[in-house]
């Protein structure tokens, strides 16, 4: 895919009230892409649909749509996604819930970012499941960050565990293989990482592709459909970080 059109594409940000989404934003500033930001609440029972023709007239936006209270009003923006994270059992799914409705309320759009978040909020849970199946039937490309990734590996049946410490550090993957996200000459990252839950088992048809000393699978993705998760923030990984979003957006 030429710059150009990923450009031309547009890419869905979730905003599941991560401190970091303003961050996410700003990475797609720089990109140069085109972008939709909607908070996790306005996007119940939307039905995600592909936007194949790359038509600019409908939901294309060149950078921030003011329209959305996109940017959040945090005061604590030092705290990570960890810092209030899942207060739950390890490998607990009962929030996950497929809610497919049937509805007339649909967004187009080419690519999905679900964002990370402060807390365990079941709506939270609920929206993101159903926009992850919604990309997966639809074969949307999606990227699913710390929490986005934890989601993705339940919604689609895998698991994820409580850490026996919480992480809030720039640290260093071991990259096992290459794939859409990383090239074949890269063999580690430097990451921003904060969370205390991670994922402990993959869905089936998907693989790790990079581990750290503190998860197993630090990125990892569907062996054939365009899903991805990265149990760091990329969005707060500099240059590493910022190569792998616009790997993202070329996919």
């Given amino acids: 895919m030429t710059d150009k059109e990923t450009r031309m594409q547009t890419t869905l940000v979730v905003d599941n009230l991560s401190p970091f989404t303003p961050d996410i934003v700003r990475c797609l500033n720089k990109l140069g892409a085109n972008y939709i930001q909607k908070s996790f609440s306005s996007l119940t029972n939307v039905t995600i649909s592909s936007n194949d023709d790359n038509n600019s007239s409908n939901y294309k936006y060149y950078g921030h749509n ?28 009962r929030d996950i819930i497929d809610t497919n409705n049937n509805t007339n ?56 565990r409580k850490m026996a410490m919480p992480v809030q550090d720039t640290i260093s993957l071991k990259v096992s293989k290459s794939g859409s996200l990383i090239s074949a000459d890269m063999k580690t990252l430097l990451v921003y990482e ?7 088992k993959l869905p089936e ?47």
């Fill in 205 to 251: 048809d998907f693989e790790s592709l990079a581990s750290s000393i503190h998860c197993e699978h630090e990125i990892f993705s569907h062996k054939e459909k365009k899903l991805f998760g990265t149990q760091f923030h990329p969005e707060k990984s500099g240059a590493d970080g910022l190569n792998l979003l616009s790997k993202f957006l070329s996919v």
């Fill in 66 to 93: 003011p329209g959305d209270n996109a940017y959040i009003n945090s005061q604590s923006k030092g705290l990570g996604d960890g810092a209030n994270y899942d207060k739950k059992n390890n490998n607990d799914s």
């Fill in 194 to 200: 904060s969370h205390r839950y991670c994922v402990a």
């Fill in 105 to 160: 309320n649909t967004l187009s759009c080419d690519k999905v970012i679900l964002s990370g978040r402060r807390m365990n909020n079941r709506e939270i849970n609920i929206v993101n499941s159903s926009i992850i199946r919604q990309s997966f039937e639809n074969n949307i490309p999606l990227l699913g960050i710390c929490y986005g990734a934890e989601i993705l590996a339940l919604t689609l049946g895998g698991t994820i």
